[in-house]
Every structure is written in structure tokens, then in C-alpha cells.
């Protein structure tokens, strides 16, 4: 199974930009449906954004799909050919503020996002 590790959290001003990355442990080609989830201490976890698709070589067209809360604001994508997941994270407000993850809870470390000025 393909174990997955985030990165690119950070602290940011309101407004502000953040790129996460998602990478897999090994070829996530054949994984139909990615997603990005975040936690805030205290509560459930929330979803952020999927996409579907998959391709056998390189480069990945799929459907995304997000919580009303980012949309607009965050893009996600993947790059099969990196075993690659990303989210682009626009006009970062205080509500974003969480942990970040791409798998199921207990599976990946995560990535922290604060917002703050």
C-alpha cells in the first residue's frame, strides 16, 4: 500500500499563498480518487478537495472537486508521473487554519497551515 507524507505548511498572513504537497511512496497511478482533508484540534475532520483520474504513464486530467468553503480559493492537482498530489492554497484566511492531510487519519503526519497576522 502507498504510504504518503505531506509538506509545505507554514505560517502565513491573511491573503497569503501556501502550495501543499502530498508524495506518495510509490507509483500512484492506480489510485482513482485523491484527496486533500484538514483538522482543527478539537474537531472533525473536514473535507478540502478531491480529484479523480488516472492515467498509466505521466500526467493526470481529473475532475476536482471542493468544499464550498475553498472554493475559488484552492486548486488541487496531481502529477502521476511524481506519485505527486498538490494543493494550491490562495487567498489564505484565518478559518483555514489546520493540519493538512492526503490519506486516512492515523496514516500520514500531515502538515500544518496557520494564518495568522
Known amino acids: 500500500q502507498v504510504m504518503f507524507v505531506e509538506s509545505g505548511g507554514d505560517l502565513v498572513q491573511p491573503g497569503g499563498s501556501l502550495r501543499l504537497s502530498c508524495i506518495g511512496s510509490r507509483s500512484i497511478s492506480g489510485i482513482l480518487v485523491m484527496a486533500w482533508y484538514r483538522q482543527v484540534p478539537g474537531k472533525e475532520r473536514e473535507f478540502v478537495a478531491r480529484?479523480?483520474?488516472?492515467?498509466?504513464?505521466?500526467?493526470?486530467?481529473?475532475?476536482?472537486y471542493y468544499a464550498d468553503s475553498v472554493k475559488g480559493r484552492f486548486t488541487i492537482s496531481r502529477d502521476n508521473s511524481k506519485n505527486a498530489m498538490y494543493l494550491q492554497m490562495d487567498n489564505l484566511q484565518p478559518e483555514d487554519t489546520a493540519r493538512y492531510y492526503c490519506?486516512?487519519?492515523?496514516r500520514s503526519p500531515g502538515t500544518q497551515v496557520t494564518v495568522s497576522s
Open positions: 490519506d486516512e487519519p492515523g
Open positions: 480529484i479523480h483520474g488516472r492515467t498509466i504513464s505521466t500526467s493526470n486530467i481529473g475532475t476536482p
